[in-house]
């Protein structure tokens, strides 16, 4: 036989199972209400609604193409193979310069990405996260919050990350050897 205390706990969760219901169904009736005068003022040619569609459709896309970390990964390693298969004397030096500069720091467990919802940021610190001396964790010791973009070396968007897009459009082609070869 159900007691007291059983009947009272049935109709405690009875009850708020329903609040919960209704609570959704307030926020689903907002949403709705939301989307349909989104929609009329579409409809109305309303010039406000089309730059808000614009910018989240704008924003949506932006963080579909966001590269992640696995991107960052890949697009290294592929950028160190294409260097490696080209002769030093006519390899860009500042891509190869800067694919080693990113590949030492990952190896030294240095390079973070940070997701930021559209876009990206790579950057190298001094110390690993896990490394757990003074110096790596004092805040005195460290780059002041306000001077972190001095640590950002490359920024991720659209799914490229721009200044290694940028170096290795021409990594096989060597400007320092253009101008020896002029001012001989």
Not at 8 to 37: H, P, T
Not at 83 to 112: M, P, Q, T
Not at 155 to 174: A, H, P, S, T
Request: glycine fraction near 6%; charge should be neutral.
């Amino acid at each position: 036989m159900a007691g007291p205390v059983t009947k009272v706990a049935s109709k405690a969760k009875i009850g708020l199972l329903k609040r919960f219901g209704n609570y959704l169904k307030i926020v689903a009736d907002d949403y709705k209400a939301v989307a349909q005068e989104t929609f009329q003022d579409i409809t109305s040619g309303s010039i406000k609604a089309a730059v808000y569609l614009s910018g989240l459709v704008t924003l949506g896309l932006l963080h579909k193409a966001n590269p992640t970390e696995r991107d960052l990964e890949s697009v290294l390693m592929e950028s160190a193979h294409d260097l490696s298969l080209v002769g030093s004397s006519i390899r860009s030096r500042e891509a190869d310069e800067f694919v080693d500069k990113l590949c030492s720091a990952r190896r030294d467990g240095n390079l973070h990405h940070t997701n930021l919802g559209i876009f990206s940021l790579v950057w190298i610190s001094e110390h690993r996260d896990e490394l757990d001396l003074y110096r790596a964790k004092c805040k005195h010791t460290n780059l002041p919050w306000y001077q972190w973009h001095e640590k950002v070396v490359d920024i991720g968007i659209l799914g490229k990350f721009m200044i290694l897009n940028r170096l290795m459009k021409d990594y096989d082609v060597n400007t320092n050897e253009w101008k020896e070869q002029n001012g001989s």
